[in-house]
Structures are given as C-alpha cells and as structure tokens.
C-alpha cells in the first residue's frame, strides 16, 4: 500500500498550489480519501474529505471557499487545489485514505511540505 503526496512547495500569501495523492496497493474506490495538514507544535487537524465515489465533500471551516478536495478513481489520485494562501495555511499536507466500512483500513502517505510566505 502506498500513498505518495506531490505539488507542495513555497507559495507567496494569496496564491495557489495544487497537491496530488497518488495511490497504489488497494481498491482505492472502496476508500474515503482526506486531505489533513500539521503545523509545527500544532495538533494534525482534518482539512478536506471526499467520499468514496466523490459525490460528497467535507470542508473543515478554514479552508471553505479555498480548498476544493476531488478525485480520479480511473488514475487512483485524489486533489486538493488550494486558493487564496494564507500564511496559517503552512503545514505538511498528509494525504489519509479511510475504508467506507470504517473497518480500520486506514492508509497515510508521508506528506508535502506547504509553506506561505512573501
């Protein structure tokens, strides 16, 4: 099983960066995909989550109208494009997958850093 993070990088307050969560090794259409993110001395914390066959997305309420989380079950990648930067937005960015039984299937990629910052 694998999940591998791409697209973080540095990014001046305001712009945008598309991340990308590729995923290998299960049956990523039986799978909820999340975007979370960890800031330095800060607790990880849900960012976006989409369900199995993308009909439904989640928001945590800092990143509604920024962030859009989606996902591509023919390539197995999730998204998330991000808007509107802000500083408080630095974090590692972890792509989680989460079975649809809520079985205890649950797979983390190693994350990409996201840095804003003028």
């Known amino acids: 099983v694998q999940l591998v993070e791409s697209g973080g990088g540095l990014v001046q307050p305001g712009g945008s960066l598309r991340l990308s969560c590729a995923a290998s090794?299960?049956?990523?259409?039986?799978?909820?995909m999340s975007w979370y993110r960890q800031a330095p001395g800060k607790e990880r914390e849900l960012v976006a989550r989409i369900n199995n066959v993308g009909s439904t997305t989640n928001y945590a309420d800092s990143t509604k109208g920024r962030f859009t989380i989606s996902r591509d079950n023919a390539k197995n990648r999730v998204y998330l494009q991000m808007n509107n930067l802000r500083s408080e937005d630095t974090a590692v960015y972890y792509c989680?997958?989460?079975?649809?039984?809520?079985?205890?299937?649950?797979?983390w990629g190693q994350g990409t850093q996201v840095t804003v910052s003028s």
């Open positions: 090794g299960f049956t990523f259409s039986s799978y909820a």
């Open positions: 989680m997958a989460n079975h649809i039984l809520n079985d205890g299937r649950v797979f």
